[in-house]
């Protein structure tokens, strides 16, 4: 008989057990193109972000899910990049403006972005692939793939709670600082061509202000009003070098999450059954392995939804069929309407060849 203290105990242990498995996060969309249109609120896994990124690109996707919040209206006019701000440490990015989803955070962000810039380079190796960790400081970025950023000193004056004699505030500052100076440096170093582009965006400093002044500290409230207005200033300058055609998103990312979630359910496949035996008959349980940071969970091949391999001249040949259908089509149509129009005088080849005797012109 199940007694109240053993129940409140499963409650606990079921209600821990969801909170490490879904570990919590935002998936914000700041800017969607007229192409591409987002709906309902429904919660996304991490790691279906790089197929949507891909489906909005115009892609394959490879990994089917019952996820059905995005909606292309528009196959010929996809967005020409994307743009993605990760937020490293925290679970919620307060009150952003933007289509916000639940995001389920299951694998670590630089997972994502390996993931989708190799699905590009795989198409087209002249893409441009970007992604910036602006935790390394302008010292270890030096010249960026956007060309050299020149940020702003940072005025104290306009703070309130963050100090620049905080190590940690004045990390976050800094990449505060990093983010304004890259929407100046957009408008100068992207010139746009037919190929799309991704440019990947790590902030690592909010997780750090949080763990010094708390969540819900007047500290970690400037800091995500400072981190919001910097991404307001990073989509408006992307908007205007791709003129609307870009797809532009923030998301929250905490590791430690993922490796919680990694841990449990690796713990839960691989403990054997009370009174299952081994396939070794030995009794003991084994130790758990913890997962390193980098680990990854892989799926079996059987259970993933692998596309054909396609021989490189594949599109060319399917372009020459489609191509040489669509004239064939309309110029037989147009030989019908024409042989429909047809007078069928005495002077015409349906008159002579269809009379009884062949008439011949005097």
Request: charged content about 25%; aromatic content about 8%; some cysteine.
């Amino acid at each position: 008989m199940i007694t109240a203290r053993m129940f409140a105990r499963i409650v606990c242990l079921f209600t821990a057990l969801v909170v490490f498995v879904h570990a919590s996060g935002d998936f914000v969309l700041l800017h969607t193109p007229d192409s591409v249109i987002f709906k309902g609120n429904k919660e996304i896994d991490q790691s279906l972000l790089k197929e949507l990124f891909s489906a909005s690109l115009g892609f394959t996707v490879k990994q089917k899910s019952a996820w059905n919040g995005i909606a292309i209206t528009s196959p010929f006019n996809l967005p020409e990049a994307i743009v993605a701000i990760a937020v490293e440490g925290v679970e919620s990015l307060g009150a952003i403006k933007g289509k916000k989803f639940p995001l389920n955070v299951d694998e670590v962000e630089e997972t994502t972005w390996q993931a989708l810039s190799g699905r590009l380079e795989e198409r087209d190796s002249d893409n441009t692939l970007v992604r910036i960790y602006l935790g390394d400081g302008l010292d270890a970025l030096g010249q960026s793939a956007l060309g050299e950023l020149k940020p702003s000193p940072i005025d104290e004056s306009f703070l309130k709670a963050l100090s620049l004699k905080s190590d940690e505030d004045r990390k976050f500052l800094d990449e505060v600082q990093l983010l304004r100076a890259i929407a100046k440096k957009v408008p100068t170093a992207i010139s746009t061509d037919s190929k799309p582009d991704v440019y990947w965006l790590v902030v690592s400093g909010l997780k750090s202000v949080f763990d010094v002044h708390g969540k819900n500290s007047l500290a970690a409230k400037e800091a995500l009003t400072l981190l919001n207005e910097a991404l307001h200033d990073v989509s408006k300058a992307f908007m205007n070098a791709y003129k609307n055609q870009v797809l532009i998103a923030a998301f929250t990312n905490d590791a430690s999450q993922v490796r919680h979630t990694r841990s449990i359910l690796r713990e839960k496949r691989d403990t054997p059954k009370v009174g299952t035996p081994s396939q070794e008959g030995n009794k003991e349980t084994e130790k758990l392995e913890t997962p390193k940071d980098n680990d990854t969970v892989q799926p079996e091949p059987d259970k993933i939804n692998l596309a054909k391999d396609y021989d490189d001249n594949y599109p060319v040949i399917f372009n020459i069929i489609l191509w040489f259908g669509v004239v064939f089509f309309f110029a037989l149509l147009a030989i019908c309407i024409f042989i429909a129009e047809m007078d069928p005088g005495r002077d015409s080849i349906i008159y002579r060849m269809t009379s009884n005797r062949m008439k011949k012109d005097n």
